[in-house]
């Protein structure tokens, strides 16, 4: 199992499937999907922003997810695959037995969430197979113009 180090594996993990937990948030993206064919091994990343804390206690919750890991089961893990754990402040003060199930639980889950497709001409992220207008702010009416005074 390797780690992951470059933003660009990070960002791009962050628009596949999602689990959610009190204690982090697992992502994860097939490889595959991405058209690569790499019999690479399974690649995690770990993260929690500043909002969690200040540094010692973003620490923690690192050293804390990593631990989790360490004491998975790599068999869990999807082969061509990689996850990222973001870390939330409850990971803080969450039994360290109880999120090693929420865990296992979060890789044994389906995917939620459909993955982000960029449109290239707006640059925006769009969600495929959803109905529109859930979730879409309603476009701003037309300016009324007004002649000079």
């Keep these: 199992m390797d780690r992951l180090r470059q933003r660009a594996d990070f960002l791009a993990v962050a628009n596949g499937a ?11 993206l097939d490889r595959r999907r991405l058209d690569r064919d790499d019999g690479g091994p399974i690649r995690i990343g770990f993260t929690v922003t500043k909002k969690n804390g200040n540094a010692p206690q973003r620490n923690r919750i690192r050293r804390r997810l990593r631990e989790l890991v360490k004491r998975l089961d790599p068999v869990s893990m999807q082969p061509h695959h990689d996850y990222v754990l973001v870390g939330r402040r409850d990971a803080l003060s969450r039994d360290f037995a109880t999120m090693l199930d929420d865990l296992r639980i979060a890789f044994t889950k389906p995917a939620r969430h459909t993955p982000k497709v960029i449109d290239k001409r707006s640059g925006k992220g769009s969600t495929e197979g959803q109905p529109k207008g859930r979730g879409q702010r309603p476009s701003p009416a037309p300016a009324a113009s007004r002649k000079p005074d």
């Design 18 to 28: 999602r689990a959610n937990s009190p204690a982090f948030v697992l992502q994860s």
